[in-house]
């Protein structure tokens, strides 16, 4: 391939990963990753509300992986109030799952931003032949896209299993149980998937830019190194 064609395609992972980095990194610091509605079972209950008396007991709760803010509502108006996880609700969440989801969304904004420096350096620079060189990107850019996948496995698996929402609106109640109504993910959840996509894309670029697959060249001359035994 020419130079110039692969110059560009270099340029376009590194655009794609630069992009990355930066919407893993603010993702993970607003509170748009989960948004949903909590009914107040106790209030509900005492005056038998059905269909659409059942709004008057119902909250909002919306939160990310560092804050959030939730509105209880038990008949007699909403009651906003704002939480952390850090250290406001360690007692109640699922602590060690929810600090790997942190965990890996570090590690895809770091990985991001190695991996563009690296697109960048083999666009205009001269590759290094090792971890450095073109056919670590994958390295750099499979490790971006294993871990976006995880943050999004991970969080759904403390939402869905460990009934995040359900503890968030029940922290410090005494007299009122809430019960999870409805959820959804909200955008900064999506925004991994996006860059879940884009590092997957990455990897078809740098295919495309003419860089074999890790481990593609020794298997091809181990075959050759057996087909010349055989003919002495």
Known sequence: ??????????????????CSALTAAVSAGLPFWLHGTVLCRTGAELVNATGPELDK??????????HGERVKQCG???????????????SAIP???????????AVVILFSSVATGFFFFNAFGRPYETLQGPLGLYLWTFIC????????ILFASEVKLQNLSQRIANFNEVNFVFQTHRERYDRCFWLFFLIFILHALNLLL???AGVGF????????ELGGGAADLMY
């Open 95 to 105: 602590v060690g799952l929810h600090v790997t989801v942190i965990f890996f969304c």
């Open 214 to 221: 890790p481990f593609q060249d020794s298997k091809e001359a």
């Open 76 to 90: 007699l108006g909403g009651r906003p109030s704002r939480f952390s996880f850090f250290p406001d609700l360690l």
């Open 206 to 208: 740098i295919r495309l």
């Open 57 to 66: 007991f119902l909250g909002r709760l919306s939160y990310g992986l560092f």
């Open 145 to 152: 896209c294993v871990c976006s996948c995880l943050v999004m």
């Open 1 to 18: 391939m020419p130079s110039r064609q692969k110059q560009l395609l270099f340029s376009l992972c590194g655009l794609f990963g630069l």
